[in-house]
């Protein structure tokens, strides 16, 4: 549909506005059917997927009947209460700040985002690509070449990318902000009073009202919930047509330098006023195509892209800690996304030899036993 009008809405038209507008027919989920003890059950069985050896799912099951009925009962009753976060930093490649919440809350994430995603993953343009089925990092990438292609027209022309950057996203989301969005969709207040309990459960350095735990999994559909907003400025007020997003990285192509120059005030000012975000200066370029553009652990150019050198430098480390088959081949695989014939090479043979040095030693550690008994 040439309108990009979806099935779940229906074009009106505002003749105080003199424009088209679009009424959303709204989430239709029931409380009742979210907390569902049915819901539930699929929700830890999801959830559970790759986790059996861990601590808090073998005590979560020793008494599972018992628990997941008292969760359900809490949660019919509105007696539940979301609890707090375990906190731990990691790396990837830059340092993270991760929450984790207890098996209970997370089983309670499950069930909320079962039932939100489907409805709100139809509102999303097509060129939103974290977490969401189907996008991802290399889907995104691939249609950043796609788009360098078309406004270069096939590298005929210099092709200019502003490249965007949220400050501190998540612990930059505005409570207050966010559940407006999510009420401008969700008009049962049962459903709302649990997003709250998930949403007002975390705070950015004991500010009240602000920010979303990375970790959780309702914080990957909140924080899109709440980027769609600046999504449709870009594509339906400001017309981008060529324009991608991913969490809190975003491009804009274009043949004009200066077109993009003037872009970026239009940008920080939506960002500002309507979600309370703002761009990181240090981190909002405008450079060409040709010239090389930082996006996704990539550097992306005309015709092909790199792996950018802190990344390279994270997955080296990493393999010098664990070189096994089953990671050798994870980062042989991401490596084939680009032009990196040599770095494959490279990490195949040091692969190679650290396995025959291992060996070695193994069999030297046998023979040295021998002889001494």
């Not at 997927?49 to 861990?54: F, Y």
């Not at 409570?175 to 007002?200: A, G, N, Y």
């Amino acid at each position: 549909m040439g309108n990009n009008i979806r099935p779940e809405q229906i074009s009106i038209f505002d003749f105080n506005q003199n424009r088209s507008t679009t009424k959303r027919i709204r989430f239709n989920h029931r409380y009742n059917d979210i907390v569902s003890f049915e819901n539930l059950l699929t929700s830890w069985q999801e959830f559970l997927r790759g986790k059996k050896n861990r601590k808090d799912v073998a005590t979560f099951t020793l008494h599972f009947s018992d628990n997941l009925v008292t969760l359900h009962q809490d949660l019919i009753t509105k007696q539940y209460r979301h609890g707090g976060y375990f906190a731990f930093k990691i790396s990837d490649p830059k340092p993270r700040d991760i929450h984790k919440a207890s098996l209970r809350d997370r089983i309670v994430h499950h069930a909320l985002y079962r039932s939100l995603y489907p409805y709100f993953d139809r509102q999303f343009i097509f060129d939103s690509y974290s977490c969401r089925l189907g996008k991802g990092t290399y889907k995104a990438m691939d249609r950043a070449r796609s788009f360098g292609l078309k406004v270069s027209q096939n590298n005929t022309k210099t092709a200019w990318v502003l490249k965007g950057d949220i400050r501190k996203f998540f612990a930059s989301i505005d409570h207050t902000v966010l559940k407006k969005i999510l009420r401008d969709s969700i008009e049962d207040p049962d459903t709302m009073w649990l997003l709250e309990q998930v949403i007002d459960s975390f705070s950015t350095d004991g500010k009240p009202n602000v920010g979303l735990p990375l970790g959780n999994l309702t914080s990957q559909l909140l924080v899109n919930i709440y980027m769609n907003q600046f999504d449709q400025f870009v594509k339906r007020s400001l017309k981008e047509k060529y324009y991608i997003r991913y969490a809190d990285d975003f491009l804009i192509f274009s043949q004009s330098k200066v077109y993009l120059e003037e872009l970026i005030p239009k940008l920080s000012q939506y960002l500002e006023t309507n979600l309370k975000l703002s761009l990181n200066s240090k981190k909002v370029f405008i450079k060409t195509l040709a010239s090389g553009v930082d996006f996704l652990g990539w550097i992306h150019f005309s015709h092909h892209r790199i792996l950018r050198t802190a990344t390279k430098h994270h997955m080296l480390k990493r393999l010098q800690g664990n070189n096994s088959l089953e990671t050798l081949n994870s980062y042989l695989g991401m490596l084939g996304h680009g032009n990196t014939f040599k770095l494959s090479q490279k990490i195949m043979t040091e692969s190679l030899r650290d396995k025959e040095i291992k060996e070695s030693k193994n069999q030297n550690s046998k023979a040295s036993n021998l002889g001494t008994k």
